[in-house]
């Protein structure tokens, strides 16, 4: 895998302006910006919500996007992983930077493509997109550079996998390797359940050819974290910490969804933590990546399990988290095109990063069935009464406009967030705010935060 040259692209002339800095020295600098961005859920509502604050960037595209994007931006009606359409449309409009949100454009190689023929997009290449797009590819990343996670053994053959399970018992997890929209993954607390996964993946190929091959791992037991960067590949700026939650019923019971709730600061990333992170986790990765000849220029989301004060890694995804996003991007008070311009430049070193002291939550609001099959179309109210709430915003996923009214549309449908001077603060505000909207057989989790207040108490 060769090292990706990344060249500049070509300036819009409507966009470079020649300016005087304080220090009176002209210099080209980039103004009115056009920008993509790529994606449809509560994240990319955020991503256009922050971008639209930077004073450089006067129009946001955003591909497909949802009804509360379109309040800011300006909705495309092409797939988020469409890769021709949108470099079409990037070269027709002569977007200055595209953002990609969600993973499956990043492995269908978008950035490369981009990259080609020198756009500026932000995002890793098709060989970074890997550490997301194949478990076995992630796992045996993390055991050749030393990186903490849970035993493992990956087989391509179902009766070594099934020997294997019968063999080690239970608990075991099972995970199918490629994407598979976030249900790939089966905790199985007994030999029958696990068998019963792997059968669904490798057998009824659930997940398609994701499923060829399986991970059988090692059940870590703790209290999972989210943990994200931005890296150039050369510098590495660590995000403020998140926690998910990923069932969808209250007391993490029930089946995995995409996220169902997401605060920030996560109390369980302590300062010391943190240390550990950096040196046991995101150097032995950055090194890793160097030595492989990974050109990294994007978001790395380590998902941790942290087991008796020690962070093991779960997963590497290679975009921003969805729902954590929405939480930390209210937190952010640098400019955002600023950073991702930096990333996607290879110059994040000159990147300025700071952020609100405050903290806070996210409620995800999901569509009843969900995250099974779920029912859409359901009209949405209230929203119109939260204009006047400081702090909170409305983040949409799964919403569209029909007839002129909001109607539901996908499973996880809105993104209540809301700061506060705590995590206590922040939660009462977001679910003050949620008691305004109703639609019908909307679900939310009551539990959002309480595990960061219980912590924060003892
Ligand atoms: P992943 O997509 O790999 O993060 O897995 C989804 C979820 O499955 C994680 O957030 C965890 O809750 C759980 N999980 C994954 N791997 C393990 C493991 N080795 N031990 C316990 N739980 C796990
Ligand atoms: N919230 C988990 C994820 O974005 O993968």
């Known amino acids: 895998m060769g090292v990706t040259s990344r060249v500049h692209p070509p300036l819009n002339p409507l966009s470079v302006r020649v300016v005087s800095d304080p220090s009176r020295e002209w210099r080209l600098t980039e103004v009115n910006l056009k920008v993509l961005v790529i994606g449809s859920g509560g994240r990319e509502h955020a991503l256009v919500w922050k971008l ?19 309040e800011i931006a300006e909705c495309l009606d092409i797939k988020a992983d469409d890769v021709d359409s949108l470099l079409n449309f990037a070269r027709y409009e002569w977007i200055d930077m595209t953002v990609v ?29 890997r550490l997301e797009g194949s478990k076995v590819f992630a796992k045996d990343f993390m055991l050749k550079y030393g990186i903490p996670t849970a035993e493992y053994r990956m087989f391509s053959s179902y009766l070594h996998a099934e020997e294997y399970i019968r063999l080690k018992g239970a608990p075991v997890v099972i995970k199918a390797d490629g994407l598979a929209a976030g249900k790939g993954v089966f905790v199985c607390e007994t030999v029958d359940e696990a068998l019963e996964a792997l059968k669904s993946i490798m057998k009824e190929k659930a997940f398609g050819d994701a499923g060829n091959r399986v991970v059988v791992e090692q059940c870590l037991k703790g209290e999972e974290a989210s943990f994200m960067i931005l890296t150039d590949g050369k510098t590495v700026v660590p995000l403020v910490s998140s926690q998910d939650h990923k069932t969808i019923f209250d007391g993490d019971k029930g089946p995995n969804t995409g996220g169902m709730g997401a605060y920030s600061p996560a109390p369980v990333i302590t300062k ?26 994007g978001v790395i989301y380590a998902g941790l399990m942290i087991s008796d004060g020690k962070p093991y890694v779960l997963e590497f995804n290679c975009r921003f988290g969805d729902p954590e996003a929405q939480p930390i991007l209210m937190r952010l008070e640098s400019d955002l095109f600023d950073m991702l311009k930096a990333t996607a430049e290879g110059k994040l070193n000159e990147a300025r990063v700071s952020w609100k002291d405050d903290a806070a939550v996210c409620v995800v609001i999901s569509a009843k069935g969900y995250p099974g099959n779920y029912e859409k ?3 949405i109210t209230g929203l119109d009464e939260l204009t006047d709430e400081k702090d909170t915003m409305v983040f949409h996923a799964g919403t569209s406009a029909k007839e002129g009214k909001l109607v539901s549309s996908g499973g996880r449908v809105l993104g209540v967030t809301a700061l506060g001077s705590d995590i206590s603060a922040a939660r009462d505000n977001a679910y003050k705010a949620l008691g305004k909207i ?21």
């Open 52 to 70: 639209s604050q930077s004073p450089r960037v006067d129009k946001i595209y955003c591909a497909p996007g949802n009804a509360g994007i379109a």
């Open 101 to 129: 949100g969600p993973e499956a454009a990043l492995t269908a190689g978008i950035v490369d493509a981009f990259v080609k023929e020198g756009r500026r997009i932000f995002g890793p290449d098709k060989s970074g997109a």
């Open 272 to 297: 010391s933590l943190e240390t550990t992170i950096m040196k046991t986790v995101i150097d032995p990765m950055m090194k890793g990546l160097s030595r492989e000849r990974i050109n990294y220029r």
């Open 377 to 379: 179309g359901k009209i």
């Open 438 to 458: 109703h639609f019908e057989g909307m679900h939310y989790r009551k539990d959002i935060g309480d595990k960061a207040i219980k912590r924060v108490k003892s």
